[in-house]
């Protein structure tokens, strides 16, 4: 892999993006910053070592990037462990979850420094939307930028073409329908149907909210809060799950698969998994990659996007993969208080037209091209049998950067080819996002929820996944849901019970 990546720093040493101002002309930074790692079997090419793009960076800005990155499965853990000990702490890192207890708890203790003031004082930043900073706050301030998500961005995309030779060459209209389309492509011989790993949140999230169930947390008839995993309609999504595990349709070894390896099931030839549970966008790559890998028909795409669906009484709910946010970057007080604007400057730099295309894209020439009719494709016209060599070089080169990606004020990367099924996608966020439910708690305050709230989920999703895996019954899970009052659940009802009832 190290010839590989010379070969290809050796082959394309002009930048094409657009001409930045020479670093000589700006103050020399190093910026200490911490990122999840999405490619960790990948070879990480530094500054020292030539990666065009923190050169480009360097030299638009004189910021030196210097990143730690941390697998993405293990990212939450060493966050905790990262922020219990101020003597080594990075100066502008990513929180995964901007309302998770680590995240509301360090802000309180001071860790990280209050943007509220600063943030209309730069361009860019100040662009984000008031109602997703909102979402984000801590007793009304504001810790953090926001990783901008589309919202209705959840659902389901499946193998149109392998449903079909067991008899479901419709779409779906309803969950039941579903469900039953899954039960019926469980049959198909050395394939799963629900492609799932370690992240098990989101297929979760998704198989009990288009199910009927609340998010997180339901508020009943009576105004009582109560946690989504007691509803029974989420029982019932959990229970389609398991069943359709027990009928072969999940990979055994499921828990044992990184994120950053999800695609390998699908991008196979034949596939060894015919659906996801997952962000909508990564159907339409995924179409895109079989056009440009299997000569996949692109006027008949057997990939199909799936999403609003009506429930068993005429419900239509979508999981909320984000709250228009995915985390944020926050700068931590290892930073000075002078040494602060200069931080924001380079953060609301990376929110420009040319730093978003940096991070997220790379370099014209390099890492992708511009088509003569203005689209962004990733390697050059003719070299598709060499399209792995081109990925391998992009993996090291621009590896995770887009992790420190804000887009507070939307995307402003170069656009990739809009195939039908990406413009079937873009209209689905438009569409259906009146049907995405939201947290009822999630701006409500309980002090146990900071402290506990993350362990305590954990447990509960680690038991719902034994739960599908039939390794627990059902007497076991609902042991696990009463552990979870024990330990402090019954605490975070109340604190939010409190807070829910003084806002009305």
């Known amino acids: 892999m190290k010839k590989i990546i010379a070969l290809f720093l050796s082959m394309a040493m002009l930048l094409s993006l657009v001409s930045f101002a020479s670093a000589e002309t700006k103050e020399e930074m190093t910026l200490k910053i911490m990122l999840p790692d999405f490619y960790s079997d990948s070879d990480w090419v530094s500054l020292e070592d030539g990666n065009p793009i923190l050169q480009a960076i360097y030299d638009a800005t004189g910021v030196k990037m210097d990143i730690t990155w941390v697998p993405d499965s293990g990212y939450g853990e060493m966050t905790s462990l990262t922020l219990a000990d ?105 394939t799963y149907v629900i492609n799932m790993c370690k992240y098990v949140a989101g297929t979760i999230g998704i198989a009990t909210v288009m199910n009927g169930a609340p998010f997180q947390y339901g508020v009943d008839a009576e105004g009582k809060i109560y946690p989504a995993f007691e509803d029974p309609k989420f029982q019932e999504g959990l229970d389609f799950l398991r069943d359709l595990y027990a009928a072969g349709g999940i990979d055994p070894n499921f828990m044992t698969i990184e994120s950053g390896s999800w695609n390998d099931a699908e991008r196979s030839n034949p596939p060894k998994a015919l659906m996801r549970l997952d962000c909508l966008d990564n159907g339409y790559r995924y179409q895109e990659w079989l056009e440009a890998n299997m000569g996949a028909d692109p006027e008949n795409p057997v990939v199909t996007l799936l999403t609003a669906l009506p429930d068993k009484d005429g419900n239509i709910q979508i999981w909320p993969q984000n709250t228009g946010a995915s985390g944020e970057i926050v700068i931590t007080k290892a930073v000075s208080e002078e040494k602060l604007p200069k931080v924001l400057e380079f953060l609301n730099y990376l929110n420009s037209a040319e730093g978003q295309t940096l991070i997220n894209c790379g370099i014209e020439g390099k890492t992708y091209w511009i088509h003569e009719d203005g ?53 689905n966020l438009i569409d259906n996002a009146k049907y995405v439910i939201s947290n009822p708690c999630l701006t409500l305050d309980s002090e146990t929820n900071v402290l506990m709230g993350t362990t305590l989920a954990t447990d509960v999703e680690d038991a719902q996944v034994q739960y599908i895996a039939g390794k627990l019954d059902l007497a076991g899970l609902q042991a696990a849901y009463q552990e979870w009052h024990d330990m402090g659940g019954d605490m975070i009802l109340e604190e939010y019970q409190a807070a829910y009832d003084a806002q009305e």
């Open 375 to 427: 689209w962004r494709y990733t390697y050059p016209e003719g070299e598709q049998e060499n399209s792995a060599q081109y990925d391998n070089y992009t993996h090291n080169v621009l590896h995770s950067l887009n992790q420190i990606g804000m887009n507070v004020n939307g995307d402003l990367t170069p656009s990739t080819a809009q195939t039908g099924l990406r413009a079937v996608y873009n209209q």
């Open 86 to 190: 101020p003597t080594n702490m990075p100066e502008v890192m990513v929180m995964q979850g901007p309302r998770d207890a680590i995240t509301i708890d360090s802000a309180r203790a001071g860790a990280f420094w209050d943007l509220t003031d600063l943030i209309p004082q730069y361009e860019y930043l100040a662009q984000g939307p008031e109602s997703t900073y909102d979402n984000i706050a801590v007793d009304g301030r504001i810790y953090g930028i926001f990783r901008a998500r589309a919202y209705a961005r959840a659902g389901i995309y499946y193998r149109n073409d392998y449903a079909a030779q067991v008899g479901w060459d419709k779409v779906p209209t309803t969950v039941e329908e579903f469900k039953e389309m899954c039960m019926a492509m469980a049959g198909i011989e050395n």
